[in-house]
């Protein structure tokens, strides 16, 4: 039998002597020029963001998204190829704003065909995406909150030809009674990812947000925000800590915790033996088992807990917002008077000040325990600066509980009040409510309580007034004579600048905000921005203090 003989390739070594080591092709040498993929031109991109901390934070994260595909920031509107504007929904007025630019961006893109504009944040849900075309005209694609991360991709600058404008079939989304609302779900996953691949472009080198929650799980019956962000998602606690530990290593001296009620952190992360020690359950509100699993409590002292080479605190000033009454409990008041970064300010909103209104609202407390929770706070951290938010002119809201509201001013003698005038929310449980108190009226409501609120303010301030405070100097004030905005005026910078017209050579109009939280204006070298210096305040304001170098 012969044996079989296989096909094999006849492969004839080349003669012309051993094969040596490739030489790599010159990339100048035109020949290639057809190999070359086809140069993509990126967009330069602008965001601009409305609204609270939250959007600020989801802000640096598109941003440091978009900068990880290769596009570069551009220093203004007019001049982007990509604008993304990322929503607020708080308010009408808030929305308003948006609309209100929608002439401009049509302007801009028949000057610059190739613009595009995608609106993001608050203002998308679900429920409203077949107006939001006809309401945002210039708009090429709609972004929910919890849709941001894909934003790279959706717009076709990571991989694939997806064109722009087109809007997806929507991911998987939660119903809140019948309605879909954006899903948290997955943010968390999309957060590691963004800090692991470096694709977070923080604002400051010195102060950064930190989200610990996303979503809310409350029903006040007056706000947007559960239908725009979903329900409650916690990061793991693991994961925040090491975010805090590298923010400390890249030399941020002040870390703010975020989330829309970062008081309910970790209820619906997994029990762990290691969180065996806390039992906390609500006291007041809808009942919810926290066995076994971290809280906001726990998770300050571990921030804390990083220590610099000197034995403080790596990060030196620690902050969280926003609170609720609800979920404030005394093991987070324990929390704030034994960790030394912690700083001494409390945002805790209350919304009025009369349980008739509060149980409208929605809010699942009463104005005494409001009021206990804010006497146990000032027993274990005495000094502690107290804020709040105030909704005048909520459905129904008689004269009386109006005035309930200032009689609470008056009696806690807060150092910050935000007040709106209540707006009516498409979509929320309070559009079942007559919205019955006149605009006039709510306008009334609201400066009336302002003024009563400034001259508190200007009171708590004027206690500063030969003290010593200490002050994260975190920006230069450029000088400018002129064109002073209304928020200028209001945070005291515009009478600053005229305080610090002529400074001494080689110093600069600095600003601030000490451990209280307080704006303060200072005159000192340049490079003090990003340094705790000690303030001996010279000047109160109702918003803001001004001193001298101690
Ligand atoms: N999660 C935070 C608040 C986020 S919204 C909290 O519960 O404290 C910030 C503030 O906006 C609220 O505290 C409330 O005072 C105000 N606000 C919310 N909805 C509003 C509405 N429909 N009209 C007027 N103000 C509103
Ligand atoms: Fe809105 Fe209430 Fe949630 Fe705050 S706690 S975001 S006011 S629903
Ligand atoms: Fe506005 Fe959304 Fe924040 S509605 S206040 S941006 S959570």
């Not at 802000?59 to 220093?75: Q, T, Y």
């Not at 905005?485 to 600053?496: Q, W």
Request: with cysteine; proline share 7%.
């Amino acid at each position: 039998m012969t044996p079989r003989s296989l096909p094999v390739l006849d492969f004839t070594p080349p003669t012309a002597g051993p094969a040596g080591p490739r030489t790599p092709p010159d990339p100048a040498d035109g020949r290639l020029d057809e190999f070359r993929p086809e140069p993509r031109a990126l967009p330069s991109f602008f965001v601009w963001t409305l609204g609270c901390q939250m959007n600020r934070s989801d802000s640096e994260e598109m941003a440091g998204r978009l900068l990880a595909a290769g596009c570069a920031e551009a220093p203004s509107m007019e001049s982007a190829g990509l604008i993304v504007i990322n929503t607020c929904a708080i308010r009408e007025a808030a929305e308003a704003k948006v609309i209100g630019r929608q002439g401009h961006l049509r302007r801009l893109k028949d000057a610059n065909p190739a613009l595009r504009v995608v609106l993001t944040g608050c203002s998308v849900r679900e429920s409203n995406r077949a107006g939001l075309a006809r309401r945002y005209p210039a708009v090429d694609l709609f972004l929910r909150p919890d849709e941001e991360p894909e934003l790279v991709d959706r717009l076709g600058l990571a991989s694939a030809q997806a064109p722009v404008g087109a809007v997806a079939a929507t991911a998987a989304t939660t119903l809140v009674k019948g309605d879909p609302v954006s899903d948290a779900t997955h943010l968390v996953r999309a957060r590691a990812d963004a800090v692991a691949g470096g694709a977070v472009s923080r604002g400051s080198a010195i102060s950064a947000w930190l989200p610990i929650i996303y979503g809310c799980d409350k029903t006040c019956t007056y706000c947007i925000v559960p239908f725009s962000r979903g329900p409650e998602r916690s990061r793991p606690f693991d994961e925040i800590v090491d975010e805090a530990r590298a923010l400390a290593a890249a030399g941020y001296r002040e870390v703010t915790l975020l989330g829309q009620n970062v008081n309910s952190y970790g209820h619906d992360l997994a029990p762990e033996e290691r969180f065996g020690h806390i039992d906390t359950e609500r006291t007041v509100g809808r009942r919810q088992d926290r066995t076994a699993r971290p809280d906001l409590a726990e998770l300050i002292r571990a921030i804390d807990a990083v220590r610099a080479d000197d034995g403080g605190p790596a990060i030196p000033r620690l902050r969280f917002v926003t609170s609720h009454p609800w979920d404030l409990s005394d093991r987070l008041v324990e929390a704030m008077r034994d960790c030394p970064s912690v700083c001494e300010a409390l945002h805790l909103p209350v919304q009025s000040g009369s349980d008739t209104m509060l149980r409208r609202m929605g809010r699942q407390y009463t104005v005494a325990h409001y009021r206990e929770r804010l006497e146990r706070i000032r027993e274990a951290v005495p000094g502690i600066s107290l804020s709040t938010d105030v909704i005048v002119g909520f459905c129904g809201e008689t004269e009386a509980e109006y005035a309930a509201t200032l009689e609470l001013l008056r009696a806690v003698r807060f150092d910050q009040v935000f007040a709106a005038a209540y707006s009516e929310r498409p979509g929320t449980p309070a559009t079942r409510l007559a919205d019955d108190v006149p605009p006039a009226e709510k306008r009334r409501r609201l400066v009336e309580l302002l003024a009563v609120q400034e001259a508190i303010g200007l009171d708590r301030n004027r206690a500063w007034l030969g003290r010593t405070a200490e002050v994260l100097v975190d920006a230069v004030v450029p000088p400018r004579a002129h064109d002073h905005d209304d928020e200028e005026e209001a945070a005291g910078t515009a009478t600053a600048r005229d305080a610090f017209r002529d400074l001494p050579e080689g110093t600069v109009h600095l600003v601030g905000r000490s451990r209280e939280n307080k704006l303060v204006h200072l005159a000192g070298a340049p490079s003090l921005l990003g340094r705790l210096v000690d303030v001996v305040v010279e000047h109160a304001g109702p918003y803001a203090l001004r001193g001298r170098l101690a």
